[in-house]
Every structure is written in structure tokens, then in C-alpha cells.
């Protein structure tokens, strides 16, 4: 506003001149407003074209690319084919399983033909109820999967056309339990988890109506093609933003030691659903993550990292690592203690993540890094004789801007010991020095010029670092060099009040004019 | 406050007389609106009032800015205890009341009021929204959809605005989980609504456009401003991080913005308004692409090649242009973004580089109209951003960012081709001077901005040209130049150059040209004679190797004459009456240049006359403040040499001193009392009498009152405690110099200048004069210690007594204490002495400390009685502690306590003057190491009773402190028996 009182601009007495340099565990935000990044290489919904258990018909020969033409060609038949369902079912006489078995099928087949199902087509003719009663209890088996295709292929739709499913979900779950016909438990895992999939209203209307459990246990044996949907779904399922469901889980019998069997043995597809279930439950709960930490978790997880090549696997892997690593303070202080085994194991899949080609893995080796460099001292001296420093140092010049960041935060905390309360971090001398030395201020004060505030933040708490930690009061000097000063002079006015008070008490402090003659 | 006619007349009635010209009614209008405020429902009131279609709109427009402001001091009352007189806030039913009419009305209403209630409803918005106020989004939705309906780009901008206002918290707030919280709120509900007008917008701006004529620029202006709200909106709404919707979306919105920048739009751009709208629409464009740039790199990439170069042609128009700035700056921080980001290669391909330079650099940073007029109508601002760094968002600054950014990638590219260029420029200036005179100043611009600053601000280095050279081809005509106001911008950007690259200027060239600074001190152009003042101030400072001073007083005495004579003929150009660079060089010159008495003469004369001036109007601290240390560095410099000298300088300062105390003139009071004090301290003894009326002015407790003035006070009482003990000791003044102990004493936030008034007595005076005083002062003392011991109140206490000891005795000391309550001296010492000792901070504090300390342990008959063992221990304890640990290890920061004022309202601060400082004195010269001093006086004592002491330091001393202590024995060689 034009007429601000100047009073809000004016330089503030700064207090403790700069807090902590992240000096904590940093987990992400619990709410995000961002896409899920998980979506763009594992889709939260899934369209069935071919059957789970390998049976079905399978669409090869037809042809993806369905013209506008074709697209109306398809609802007819698709119309047409939930007309001849409803005759189906309304038939009484001789065959009358078959007729529905083959009424349904044949919508099934509509259904998977294309990446663009007929989904409207299908609701609009009525196919919701009849499908319900497609699964009521007794039915052949034959019937009952066909009818959970459909429903799965539904479910992948658009988020009204999810909805639609709601009728169906008490019989789509009561057909999970162990008596079901295996492939018909997993076709139903398969649309419920479409619908957990389609976000936190429907996935309450699951929870409540008792979906986690028999799920939960689809994953304890070893049945391959079962326990992967099943933990697709479940991870679907878990993902909150109520940390509830994921404390649920892990609370299910024999569930850990299934996690963990199929962590140690399993292949690297069933391994990926796993792990993402993994992720959901370390992200959200701290019970979970705390049951998580005390078993064999996180050495099953560095086995995965160092031993795959599997960008699909090595994420989620990765970020359950991370979750472990911040979300429990008994991570650092009695797991990866340096010197063991499997700290040095920790390192050194970070340092393989850090040198991969994918920014992901990077960015996120990297905050599961910074937490791990938020420990004690020890932590701090392993990883700044790791191989991992001079990769640092390399990414944080020439890395895209959210990978630095992830890289400032490892940096920053190799500098700084925690302090209690409010106070000003007590800096490591040694790495600070060598760090500075080896040209990351450069770094940092490209942060303060960043749009991001915490970005800015960080870098000006590690300039703060710089000007008061540097022997000889070198500090000034190396940070007007790297035309700090001009950096931190952007933040004279800035609204947020924080950084601005801390700028220009760097700037008063270090920079001050000096009226005196000894200028 | 209810609504009725009588109110509404009242009211009414109010704001009309606000208006009015004669001040009797409006000032009556004001003072009853303002008592109205305070009522309850008074801004529902006002709302209504505006509302009110019968009310005259004048009137109406009074109430809406009367209302906004009314919400922006009273709907969160600020906490803060220093911002002013605090109002009474409003209460929560009126502002329910409030919130659910002002989005109708605001949209009902004029655009003048309009925007009025738009801002008074961000105020509202900035504390309530959205947890507070849950309805209000919603409702700005579904009147933007009816609005949208029905094309009515009013209301559409209305609420644009408004929201824009609301979400901008997102841009520089941290992210939390609330804050991310709200802004998923906001985005749920706000970010389809908002794709769904900018797309609508976008499709009539096209239809439009392509209509024949493109269109009435009355129809386009409208949709221009909508698109630009938007494109704020998504500025604020994409800052934390990409949502969701966004990068679903992300195909149209980038769609739409890269017709903005490349297509025009005639109807409009014809006229400057049109073009300046259009124009504001692209900035807002450029800031949007490069926060993707930036923060989403990755999904923006797909977009980038088309915006690089859309941005690129644009540029190529945009700069040679003259106005446009905006948009200049916002682009080429685009390029900027880009050229630092990891898809710098856009600009590797052959010729990009040079094409940049050539067709957006250059033309960027050539002076245009409005640099030359700022130079002549703002020199002020001016220097601001042209020497001082206040140019971040200037074409000129930004341009050479560009430079800068480019280089990081491809240092050895830009370097030779800004070379060329500057090359290219100072032909083109050679071929004819006086036309091309702006192709050597942006030569000159280029080389300065583009230059690395080193270490201390005072070295710089540039590869694009050799300095020495460039420096005498280029710049010394310039300076030599016998006309000191021709071409001035180019004279102001040789002097600029000198200053800048002072430091690798070799002493003799930069000597010979010291005469043409000098000269150059008489130009007409403000600016130019404050660069040529801040040259000759910024080449005195010039350091060698090891920190000798380049120009020594040998140096530039020969000149001094002149050259002070110009720094003071300078201050007579117009607007340069208070011009501080010349102020500045003033003071560096009196600080290096020898002091003769003809030099001094003048320059007194000078320097009051222009206090006598400023008296009467003080305006730019700055300026004042480099007068008052060039009197005192001038008094301090030439008394030195010659001590007769002070007399005249009593001459000429007394009436302007006297004329700051009469005339009460606060700002200077705390630089006037700190000039006498330092006049005090030059005098001999006996002190005049014209002294000792100021003194008796110093005694009175008026001069006391305003906090600011008391450390500069407190100065001056101690330069004539110093100079005239025996003056104090008469017609009762030393009890009034204690009554002003007492005053200070006895509140926290000045206790400690009460402790220096104090301890400036005892340190100046025989203890014959002040021994009847000392019941006294110990019952203050311990009032105070009573009712309020703050840390600090005990540590200068501990302070107070050891320099009591040190100068009349530990006998003194303890009997005058137990004289005002038997035995209380060892009660203070257990409870406040041995515990605070080892808080004591300061060389010479801890010295004093120390020492005392040990005297009472050594001395001291209480202490040595062998009643008292444990306390002597517990003493020698403390000091031990004090003595061998560090200090960031004893000591704990007091939590600082907040500073209540009497004197609110008055804004005056005490400035120390370094020129008429004080230096700290040791009462403790003979001592030269505390330690020693312990350890000695521990083992002569100990010889008299060998065993005593051991068992007492086991007995009482922490382990690690009696190991330090064993140690402190073993480093000075002495023993404890």
C-alpha cells in the first residue's frame, strides 16, 4: 500500500543476530500444494488392461490411438453393452450365468480397450447398480472378477466418476477376505485402490467402512502379483494427511515382518510398492516411523540403494531413508552411529544417489544428508571426510536451484554444533575454513539473491557464519569479495520482517559506517 | 456509536469541514471525528456512511480514507509500546458487522472510494484471513463468476485487487505448515476461478484486437488491468512452490503470457498511457516467467526457448526506448535467471553474446533524459544510485547484472566483447566530442560497474581494460579539463572513476592531479563537487602495504589553504548548504592535514558559522554530525600543537554552545555537552568562570531529564570533576552532583551512568570531602539493591567498591558500610560480591576487580579473622574463576530488559562524538597482571601462618578452580604454605 507508515521499514535492533543454521532435522511440510512427484512415474489410479492373474483377453493387436470417430463408436457399443448386462441379469431362464459372465466380459473388454476408457458412456447407460449386484455374495467367481475389472477400469476415471464407485466399496472389500477366490481379492484391491487414489474424502469413506485390514493382509504372503497391488492400494490408502491410517497399519499383525520379508527377498517391482508403503508410513507417523527405526528397516533399505540400478525403486527407497533420518532423533543417535557398519553403508549409498544423473535422487540424498549432518559431532566429521563434500561443493554451484538448496542445508550444518535455546550456533572452525576455502560462499550468497526466503534465509545465516567464524576477521573481506554486501542490501526494505532485521544487522554490525578517522 | 439521521448528519457535517480550507472548522472536524473513534461502532458508522447514496460522493471519499485508516491503527492495536499513543481497538461484533458489508459495498461503490475500501479491506484481510474470515472468499468467487457473467470489468478488478492484496503474504512469508495451509485453501478455491477469468479476459482482448481498428482503447484498458491482477495473483499464488493446479495448467497460462510479449496491441501502445499499461501487463509477465525459471526450472523448460527469445526481441525494442524502465528491468532479470541457471547454453551459440551486448547492454546504459535530469534536479538521489549502490532497479545496474550473469558461464566471451565495445564507444566519441559525449560516459559507466570489488571496498580490479592507461587516456583530460562545468555528467563519471580505482592510481600521477580536484570543487553542478570532495576524502584514506597511509599531511599541507578554502565556498552553492560529502572531506582533511594557527583560524571561524546556520533548523544529521567532530578533531588537533590556541577557540565556540543550551536546541545538546567536556579537559587549572556557569547549569536536574542527553552529561561532569575538584567542593555542589547519582541510580536504565557520576567522585576527590557523604550514598545503594537488583545493577556495584578500596582503603570501605547497619559489609560481600565477581567483564574492570578483591582477602581484618575462613575462601574462589576462565564461560547474558522512557515522543539519540572522546583510564597503573598480583600477595600473606591456607583453599575452592589456582603458583613461581 502507497501510504505504509515508514515505521514498518525501519532498521530493527536485530536480538540474536542469526539463529540456528537449521541446526534441526528438517522433515518436509506435512501439507504440500505441489503435484505429487510420485505420480509422474507410478499413477495413483490404474486403468486393469489385462487381467492381474495373466488371464483376459489381451488388447495387443487393437490400436491405442482412438479417433473422435472411434470415441463414439465405443460409447455405442459401450451403451449398448450395459443394456445387454441389465437383459443379462434380468434373465432367469437356462445359461444365465453364462450370459452375464459373457454381458459382462464383453463390457470389460469395452472398458480396457483404450488408454481413454468409455467411462461416461458406461455411468450415463446405468452401469453402476448392475455391477453392484454383479458382486453379491455367492456369485461365481468368473462373474465376480469380471465385475471388479469394470469397476476397476471406472474407478481410474476422472474424480466424479471415482466417486461413482461408492455403492459398490462394501462388497468390493467384503470380497478381500481370505475365503475369496485370490484373483477376485486382487482385482477388488485393485479398484479400491483407485479409489484411495483419488483422494482424502474417499480414502475416509474406506477407512471407515474397514478397507485397511484385510488389505493389510493380502500383504503377508508371498504371492507376488497380490501382495504388489495390495501394497499399491495400501499406500494409496495411507497417505493422509491424518496420520491415523498409517499408525494402523503398522500396528497389523505380522505386517512389519512382511514389509521387511519383502524388502530382503522380494523383486524390485514388488520392492517399489513396498517401499512406497514404507514412505507413507514414515512420513506420516511417528509411532510407525519409531516402529520403522528399531527393526532392520533401514539396512534393508541401504542394501536396496547400493545393490539397484532402478530409478523407480531408488526413490521411494531414498526418501524412506530420509523419513527414518528425520523423523527420529534414535535414527542418528543409536542407529547410524559413525563408525558402524552401516553408517558408513548410509554414506556411501548417498554418495552413489549424489552422483547419479537424476536431480531426485540428488536433491533427496542430499536432505537426507543435511539430517544426518544436523547429529552430533561425530556425524558431522564423517561426512566432511566422505567423498560427498567435494560433490557438494560441485552441486552447489552448478545444480538446479532446488538441489542447492538441499546442498546448502548439508554445508551449513557441517559448520555449526546445535546450541540449546536461541543462541547463535558455536561454529566448527575447521570445516567452516575449509568449506569457505574451497569456494562455497559463493554459493550461499547466490542463495540470499535467490526468490526463495528460506534459500535466503540459509544463506545468510551461513554469511553470518562466514563474518563472524573466519580467523584474522577475514570475513568481511571474503564476503564484500563475493559482492555479499550488495546481496544482503536487497533485504533493506523486504517484507518479511525476519530477514530483513537479520540482513541489516549483518550489514550494521560488519559493514557499519565508521565516522571515526581510522576508517 | 448508533446509526441514525442525528449521526449521519454529525458525521457528515465532519468530514465536510475535514475539506475545508480554513483551518479553525477543520481543525475543530478533526479533533471531534477523533474523539468520535474512540466509540463503539464508530468505523461501522463511517462504513454505513459511505454507503449512503444521499451523501454528497466528496463527502463519502473523507469517510473511506477516514475509515481505512481508523482500520489500519484500531483492528489489531500494535503492541508495540514505542509506536505512539495506542487507540482502543474495535470490538468483535462491529467487526463481524464490518466483514459482512464491505465486499458488497466495496463493489457497489465509485472507483475512487473503491479502492479505498479495497485497501481497508487488506487491512482486515491481513490479520483475518482466512481463518477468521471464512466467508470472505467464497463471496469474492461468486461475485467474480457474476461479474464475469456479465463483463463488468469494474467489479472484476475490484475483486482482482482485493485478492491481490490478500495473497501477497504468500510472497514473503516463511513456509510453515499454517502458512502452506491457508495458501491450499486459497488455491482449492481460487485457482480455477482465477484460470477461468484470465482465460475469458484473454479471449476478448484477442477478439477485440483483431476487430477493425483493434479495438477502442476504453474497452481494452480494462481488460489489460484485469490480465495484469491475474498475473499478480499468480506471482503471489506460485511463489512457495508450484501447486498442483498450476502445473496442470501450465500450458495455458504460459500461452497466454507469450502473447503478451510478442504481439502489440496499436490502439493502445499509440498512446504513452496505453503503452505504459500494455507495458505493465509484460513486466508482470517477465516477473512470473522468472520465478518459473528460477524455482521450477525443470517444468518450465519446455517453455523456455520460446520465452528466451520472445523476451530477447522484446528487449531489442524495449531498449531504445527511452521510458519503459520497468519492463527493461524485469526482462533483463529474465535473461539474468537464464544465464545463470543450468540452461545457460542458450547463450554459448555463436554471435548470441555479442548481440546481447550490442542490441540490449549497450543501449540500456547509455545515459538517457531522465538520468540527466535526475543529475541536475536530485543530485542527492542521484549520488544515491550512482555511487552508493541504491540502483537495483535502475536499466543501467541491471544491464550490467545481465553482464555480470552471462560472465559467470563465459567470462572470457564477455570479456572481449565488452572490450571491443568500450573500444568502439571511445572512438565514436573521439571522431566528435561534444556530440558523442555520452558514448565516453557509457564507457566509463561499463568499466566502473563491471569492475570486481576486492577486500575493504578500497581495492577493485577489471580485466576489460588496463587501468593505468585507460585511466590517463580517458580519464585525465577529463580532470584537466579547464572548464570545470562543461560537459559535467562526464566530469562527475572521471572523478567517479578516480574514486573507485584509488587505490591503483600511483601516488605521483594521482598527486599531480590533486590541484584539479581542488578546482573541481568549484563547479556548479552539486553532484560534480561532491564527487570531487569524496575523491580528495577517499584518497586520503588510500592505505599502502602494512597500513601506512599513502597521502601524509606532508603531502597535502601546501594545499590545505586552498583547498579548505574551496570545501567552504562549496557549501555556499545552492542546495549544497548541508551537503555532507563536502562535510565529510572537511573532517578527513582537518584529521590529516597539519593544524597551524593560520589554518586553524579560518577554519574555526568556518565551522561556526555554519553551526550558527544550522542552529536554527537542524535537518541532515549527517551533516551535523561530520561538523561537530570536525570542531572537535580541529580543537583536538590544534590544541595539541599549541595549547594557547584554546582560548581562541573558546572565543569563537562559546556563543554558538551557549545559544544550543539556551535555545534548548536537542538535537546538538548531547554534541554540545561533549565539546565542552573535551574544552574542560584542555583547560588548566583554575577553570574559568564562564565554565563554571555552565556548570552550575550541569547541576541542575532539567538538564538530566531527557535520557539522550545523560551519557554526553555524565561526560562532561566528569571532565570538570577532573579539572576543578576543589570548584565542586563549594557552595554545596557536591551534594547536588550526588543528588543527580541518587536520580540515576535509582532507575535501572540509567544506573549505570549514575555509577560512573559516582565513581568520578571517588576516584577525584580526597576522602576528607567525601567521607560525611558515603552514609549517604551507601543507603541509596542499598535501597536500590533492595528494590530492584538487576545484574547489572550488582556488577557495577562490585565495580563501585573495589575502586572505593583501591583508592581510600578496605578499612574505609568496610567501616563506612557497617556504619549505616552493623555488620552488613559481610553481608553484601557474601551475597553480592563473591557471587558477582565472576560476571565482571572489561580489561580494566576485571583488572580493578581482581585486585581489590585480592586486597580485602590480604588485608582486610573481617576477612582474615579466622572466623570468616569460609568467606575468604568462597572469596579467593570467585576470584579464581574470574581470573582463569574465559569469559564466554563465567559469564551469562542477562536477558536485556526492556527500556520504558519517560520522555516519549522525544526522537534525539545520543551520538558519541569520536573526536571529543574520552579515553578510558586505568586507576590501577602500578598493577600490571592481575594474576601475579594474587598469587603474590596469596603467598606473602600464607608465610606468616604456613597451613592456614592450604586447608581453607581445600575446604572452599571447586576442584578445577584449585587446580587453576596450583597452576597460576606454578606459572609465577610463588607458593601458598
Keep these: 500500500m502507497a501510504d505504509d507508515s515508514p515505521a514498518s521499514h525501519r532498521r530493527d535492533p536485530i536480538k540474536s543476530s542469526v539463529g540456528n543454521v537449521a541446526a534441526q532435522r528438517r522433515r518436509q511440510n506435512a501439507v504440500t500444494v505441489g503435484k505429487e512427484r510420485r505420480e509422474s512415474l507410478v499413477r495413483a489410479k490404474r486403468l486393469c488392461r489385462v487381467g492381474p492373474s495373466g488371464d483376459g483377453d489381451v488388447p495387443g493387436e487393437e490400436n491405442d490411438m482412438v479417433t473422435d470417430e472411434e470415441g463414439f463408436l465405443l460409447d455405442a457399443q459401450t451403451s449398448s453393452a450395459v443394456e445387454d448386462l441389465k437383459s443379462a441379469i434380468a434373465y432367469q431362464g437356462k445359461g444365465a450365468m453364462q450370459k452375464r459372465v459373457n454381458a459382462l466380459r464383453e463390457l470389460r473388454r469395452l472398458l480396457s480397450k483404450s488408454e481413454f476408457p468409455p467411462v461416461e458412456a458406461a455411468l450415463k447407460a446405468g452401469a453402476i447398480p448392475l455391477l453392484v449386484q454383479c458382486l453379491s455374495f455367492g456369485s461365481p467367481d468368473e462373474q465376480l472378477l469380471e465385475a471388479a475389472w469394470c469397476l476397476t477400469n471406472i474407478a481410474a476415471g476422472k474424480p466424479e466418476e471415482t466417486k461413482a464407485l461408492l455403492p459398490a466399496l462394501p462388497l468390493l472389500i467384503a470380497h478381500l477376505g481370505e475365503k475369496s477366490f485370490l484373483p477376485v481379492a486382487e482385482q477388488c484391491a485393485w479398484a479400491l485402490g483407485n479409489v484411495a487414489g483419488e483422494g482424502e474424502e474417499l480414502r475416509n469413506v474406506l477407512l471407515s467402512q474397514g478397507a485397511l485390514p484385510p488389505l493389510a493382509r ?51 517391482e514388488l520392492a517399489t510398492e513396498v517401499a512406497w508403503v514404507v514412505v507413507y508410513l514414515s512420513a506420516l507417523s511417528n509411532f510407525a516411523t519409531g516402529v520403522l527405526v528399531k527393526s532392520d528397516a533401514i539396512l534393508l533399505l541401504v542394501e536396496r540403494l547400493a545393490t539397484s540400478n532402478s530409478l523407480q525403486l531408488l526413490i521411494p527407497v531414498l526418501r524412506s531413508l530420509g523419513n527414518l533420518v528425520a523423523g527420529d532423533s534414535h535414527t542418528t543417535s543409536t542407529v547410524l552411529i559413525p563408525g558402524h557398519e552401516i553408517t558408513d553403508g548410509v554414506i556411501k549409498v548417498l554418495v552413489k544417489c549424489l552422483k547419479s544423473d537424476h536431480r531426485v535422487l540428488k536433491k533427496e540424498a542430499s536432505w537426507v544428508l543435511s539430517n544426518i549432518a544436523a547429529g552430533s559431532i561425530e556425524h558431522k566429521q564423517l561426512i566432511y571426510s566422505s567423498e560427498a563434500v567435494p560433490l557438494l561443493l560441485r552441486l552447489l554451484s552448478t545444480a538446479p536451484f532446488d538441489i542447492r538448496k538441499e546442498v546448502a542445508y548439508v554445508l551449513g550444518n557441517l559448520c555449526v554444533t546445535p546450541t540449546g535455546g536461541d543462541g547463535k550456533p558455536n561454529l566448527i572452525e575447521e570445516h567452516l575454513v575449509s568449506l569457505v576455502q574451497r569456494g562455497c560462499l559463493s554459493g550461499f550468497i547466490d542463495l540470499v539473491r535467490s526468490a526463495d526466503i528460506e534459500a535466503a534465509r540459509l544463506g545468510l545465516q551461513f554469511m553470518e557464519l562466514v563474518l563472524r567464524g573466519m580467523p584474522n576477521g577475514d570475513g568481511p573481506k571474503l564476503v564484500e569479495q563475493e559482492d555479499g554486501i550488495d546481496a544482503m542490501e536487497r533485504y533493506q526494505f523486504h517484507e518479511n520482517e525476519d530477514l530483513r532485521n537479520m540482513a541489516n544487522g549483518l550489514v550494521d554490525k560488519y559493514f557499519g559506517e565508521n565516522y571515526g578517522i581510522d576508517e | 456509536m448508533e446509526w441514525n439521521p442525528e449521526t449521519l448528519q454529525f458525521l457528515s457535517q465532519c468530514f465536510l469541514h475535514t475539506l475545508s480550507p480554513q483551518p479553525e472548522p477543520r481543525h475543530a472536524a478533526e479533533s471531534s471525528l477523533a474523539e468520535a473513534a474512540d466509540r463503539p461502532n464508530y468505523g461501522l458508522a463511517v462504513l454505513r456512511l459511505v454507503a449512503e447514496p444521499s451523501v454528497d460522493e466528496q463527502i463519502r471519499q473523507a469517510a473511506a480514507v477516514n475509515f481505512k485508516n481508523h482500520l489500519r491503527t484500531r483492528w489489531v492495536p500494535s503492541n508495540d509500546l514505542n509506536a505512539g499513543p495506542t487507540f482502543s481497538p474495535i470490538l468483535d461484533p462491529e467487526k463481524d458487522q464490518i466483514k459482512t458489508l464491505i465486499v458488497s459495498l466495496m463493489l457497489s461503490s465509485s472507483p475512487r472510494i473503491q479502492s479505498q475500501l479495497s485497501e481497508a479491506l487488506a487491512v482486515i484481510g491481513k490479520h483475518d484471513f482466512p481463518k477468521s474470515w471464512p466467508t470472505l472468499l467464497p463471496e469474492l468467487i461468486s461475485n467474480l463468476q457474476k461479474a464475469a457473467q456479465s463483463s463488468d470489468y469494474a467489479s472484476i478488478n475490484g475483486i482482482l485487487g482485493t485478492a491481490n492484496s ?352 581542488v578546482r573541481f570543487l568549484g563547479a556548479e553542478s552539486n553532484v560534480v563537487h561532491s564527487y570531487a570532495a569524496s575523491c580528495i576524502e577517499k584518497l586520503l584514506l588510500v592505505k599502502d602495504e602494512g597500513g601506512k597511509a599513502r597521502y601524509t599531511s606532508a603531502d597535502i599541507t601546501p594545499c590545505v589553504p586552498v583547498l579548505m578554502n574551496n570545501l567552504f565556498n562549496s557549501l555556499k552553492f545552492p542546495e549544497s548548504e548541508e551537503n555532507q560529502y563536502i562535510m565529510k572531506c572537511i573532517l578527513r582533511v582537518l584529521a590529516v592535514a597539519d593544524i597551524s594557527s593560520e589554518i586553524a583560524g579560518p577554519c574555526i571561524a568556518g565551522l561556526t558559522s555554519i553551526l550558527n546556520e544550522v542552529c536554527k533548523n537542524p535537518r541532515n544529521p549527517i551533516f551535523n554530525h561530520y561538523l561537530f567532530e570536525s570542531v572537535a578533531i580541529l580543537i583536538r588537533r590544534a590544541c595539541e600543537r599549541d595549547a594557547s590556541l584554546i582560548s581562541a577557540f573558546e572565543g569563537s565556540l562559546f556563543p554558538s554552545l551557549q545559544t544550543i543550551l539556551a535555545n534548548d536546541v536537542t538535537e546538538f545538546l548531547p554534541y554540545a555537552f561533549q565539546l565542552l567536556a573535551q574544552l574542560v579537559e584542555l583547560n588548566k587549572p583554575p577553570i574559568s568562570p564562564s565554565y563554571m556557569q555552565i556548570f552550575v547549569l550541569l547541576l541542575s536536574p532539567d538538564s538530566w531529564r531527557r535520557s539522550s542527553n545523560v551519557p554526553a552529561l555524565v561526560r562532561l561532569l566528569q571532565a570538570f570533576l577532573q579539572k576543578a575538584p576543589n570548584e565542586v567542593n563549594q557552595e554545596g555542589r557536591l551534594n547536588q552532583v550526588l543528588g543527580i547519582f541518587n536520580m540515576l541510580v535509582s532507575s535501572a536504565s540509567s544506573d549505570e551512568q549514575g555509577f560512573y557520576v559516582l565513581n568520578t567522585v571517588i576516584e577525584n576527590l580526597e576522602y576528607g570531602v567525601i567521607s560525611p557523604y558515603m552514609g549517604n550514598i551507601w543507603n541509596v545503594l542499598f535501597m536500590r539493591l533492595q528494590n530492584n537488583r538487576t545484574v547489572k545493577f550488582q556488577k557495577s556495584l562490585v565495580i563501585f567498591m573495589s575502586l572505593f578500596l583501591i583508592k581510600h582503603g578496605a578499612t574505609n570501605l568496610v567501616d563506612t558500610m557497617n556504619a549505616v547497619q552493623d555488620n552488613i559489609f559481610l553481608v553484601i560481600l557474601e551475597q553480592f560480591w563473591i557471587p558477582n565477581l565472576k560476571l565482571i567483564t572489561g580489561a580494566i574492570e576485571l583488572k580493578l576487580t581482581a585486585v581489590a578483591s585480592t586486597r580485602l582477602i590480604c588485608e582486610s581484618p573481617v576477612l582474615l579473622d579466622p572466623a570468616a575462613a569460609r568467606l575468604w575462601g568462597k572469596m579467593l574462589d570467585s576470584i579464581v574463576t574470574l581470573l582463569s576462565r574465559p569469559e564466554q564461560d563465567r559469564v551469562e547474558e542477562e536477558p536485556e530488559m526492556p527500556d520504558i522512557a519517560e520522555n516519549v515522543g522525544y526522537t534525539a539519540t545520543f551520538v558519541k562524538l569520536y573526536n571529543a572522546g574520552k579515553r578510558e583510564e586505568d586507576p590501577l597503573t602500578d598493577v600490571k597482571d592481575p594474576k601475579q598480583f594474587l598469587v603474590a600477595s596469596l603467598a606473602k600473606l600464607s608465610a606468616h601462618t604456613p597451613g592456614r591456607y592450604p586447608q581453607i583453599i581445600n575446604e572452599n575452592l571447586e576442584p578445577a578452580n584449585q587446580a587453576a589456582l596450583l597452576q597460576l603458583c606454578g606459572i609465577y613461581n610463588c607458593q601458598i604454605v
Design chain 1, 218 to 268: 493380502m500383504m503377508l504372503p508371498n504371492k507376488g502379483s497380490t501382495v504388489r497391488t495390495a501394497a499399491w492400494a495400501l499406500s494409496n490408502l495411507i497417505k493422509g494427511p491424518d496420520p491415523k491410517a498409517a499408525t494402523e497399519l503398522i500396528k497389523v499383525d505380522g505386517l512389519l515382518d512382511a514389509i521387511l520379508r519383502h524388502l530382503r527377498k522380494s523383486d524390485e
Design chain 2, 166 to 517: 490478500i495473497f501477497k503474504k504468500f510472497r514473503y512469508q516463511y513456509k510453515t505448515n499454517d502458512l502452506l495451509l491457508d495458501l491450499k485453501y486459497c488455491l482449492d478455491n481460487f485457482a480455477a476461478p482465477l484460470l477461468d477469468i484470465f482465460l475469458k479476459t484473454a479471449s476478448l482482448i484477442d477478439s477485440t484486437a483483431s476487430s477493425p481498428g483493434g479495438g477502442s482503447p476504453a474497452t481494452l484498458q480494462p481488460l489489460f488491468e484485469s490480465q495484469r491482477l491475474c498475473c499478480r495473483i499468480f506471482y503471489s499464488l506460485n511463489f512457495q512452490e508450484l501447486p498442483e493446479f498450476f502445473e496442470d495448467h501450465m500450458k495455458e497460462w504460459m500461452g497466454e503470457f507469450r502473447k503478451y510479449l510478442t504481439t502489440n496491441y496499436p490502439s493502445l501502445e499509440s498512446s504513452g498511457d496505453g503503452l505504459a499499461l500494455v507495458d505493465q501487463l509484460r513486466a508482470a509477465v517477465c516477473e512470473n516467467i522468472s520465478l518459473y525459471m528460477e524455482k521450477n526450472e525443470e517444468e518450465f523448460q519446455g517453455y523456455l526457448n520460446d520465452f528466451a527469445s520472445a523476451v530477447w526481441s522484446l528487449l531489442t525494442n524495449v531498449s531504445q526506448s527511452s521510458s519503459r524502465d520497468k519492463l527493461a528491468v524485469t526482462a533483463m532479470k529474465f535473461l539474468t535467471t537464464v544465464s545463470t541457471s543450468v540452461h545457460h547454453t542458450l547463450f554459448a551459440s555463436e554471435g548470441v553474446i555479442p548481440q546481447i551486448c550490442e542490441s540490449i547492454v549497450i543501449p540500456n546504459v547509455r545515459l538517457r533524459d531522465e538520468d540527466e535530469e535526475l543529475f541536475e534536479m536530485n543530485y542527492i538521489e542521484f549520488i544515491r544510485r550512482d555511487m552508493e549502490g541504491s540502483d537495483l532497479d535502475t536499466r543501467r545496474r541491471i544491464a550490467c547484472e545481465l553482464l555480470k550473469g552471462i560472465a559467470t558461464n563465459y567470462k572470457k566471451k564477455v570479456t572481449d566483447i565488452v572490450s571491443l565495445q568500450i573500444q568502439n564507444l571511445l572512438i565514436s566519441f573521439a571522431t566528435n566530442p561534444s556530440a558523442n559525449w555520452k558514448d565516453k560516459d557509457c564507457a566509463i559507466y561499463l568499466v566502473v560497474s563491471l569492475a570486481t570489488k576486492k577486500a575493504g571496498g578500497t581495492l577493485v580490479s577489471t580485466d576489460l581494460v588496463d587501468v593505468q592507461s585507460f585511466f590517463l587516456s580517458v580519464i585525465v583530460p577529463e580532470l584537466q579539463s579547464q572548464d570545470v562545468n562543461g560537459f559535467p555528467m562526464l566530469k562527475a563519471g572521471a572523478l567517479k572513476f578516480f574514486t573507485t580505482f584509488r587505490g591503483l592510481i600511483q601516488k605521483p600521477v594521482a598527486f599531480q592531479l590533486f590541484p584539479d580536484l
